[in-house]
């Protein structure tokens, strides 16, 4: 059995986790103030104080983002750090992937919530197509933000990275390049 982890970068590992969230929620609301003065949102014009609205859209997807970190993103990484070297591809595979975990949930919630009201109908769906492949973009994007912040803080540099990793294997230390350091 390898050595275990650096206490810098458990603390590291941690201080990363702890940052997605607030990062997505930065992103979000920089993003909405962004789509609002292009006015590409289907209610920038009516929006009195597009600000606050920024603010509540950030801090509900930031609590989505605490939710999936702590759910998905905790559990994924540690399974790929069991695997070998973290790479950064591999983190945002991850994160675009849950990154969509929260739409997943609240479309399959809607068309539960619409059978067993009987208000369900054949052929429609929660949003249309343009809308759909907005919201996947916007997971997309949330998500592979939430891996780079997490990838930067936690892994570059650390035991954890690939180029550490590759580079203990030429220097004979096996463990390192199984992030078990």
């Known amino acids: 059995m390898g050595r275990p982890l650096l206490r810098r970068t458990k603390v590291r590992m941690l201080a990363g986790f702890v940052l997605v969230p607030p990062t997505i929620g930065l992103l979000t609301f920089v993003g909405f103030l962004l789509l609002h003065s292009l006015r590409v949102l289907p209610y ?11 603010a509540s859209v950030a801090l509900a997807v930031g609590i989505l983002a605490f939710l999936v970190t702590v759910a998905g993103a905790l559990p994924g990484v540690l399974w790929l750090a069991g695997r070998g070297p973290l790479r950064l591809r591999q983190l945002l595979a991850l994160g675009a992937a849950l990154g969509n975990v929260p739409l997943l949930l609240i479309i399959v919630g809607a068309t539960l919530v619409n059978l067993a009201a009987g208000t369900l109908e054949r ?42 990793a590759a580079h203990d294997s030429h220097t004979g230390d096996r463990h390192a390049s199984l992030g078990t350091r």
Do not use: Q
């Open 123 to 164: 052929g429609r769906g929660l949003y249309d197509l343009d809308g759909t492949v907005v919201r996947v973009l916007i997971g997309v994007v949330c998500g592979t933000a939430g891996a780079a912040t997490f990838w930067l803080v936690a892994v570059r540099g650390t035991e954890l990275d690939e180029h550490d």
């Open 44 to 54: 920038s014009g009516g929006l009195v104080d597009p600000t606050g609205a920024a």
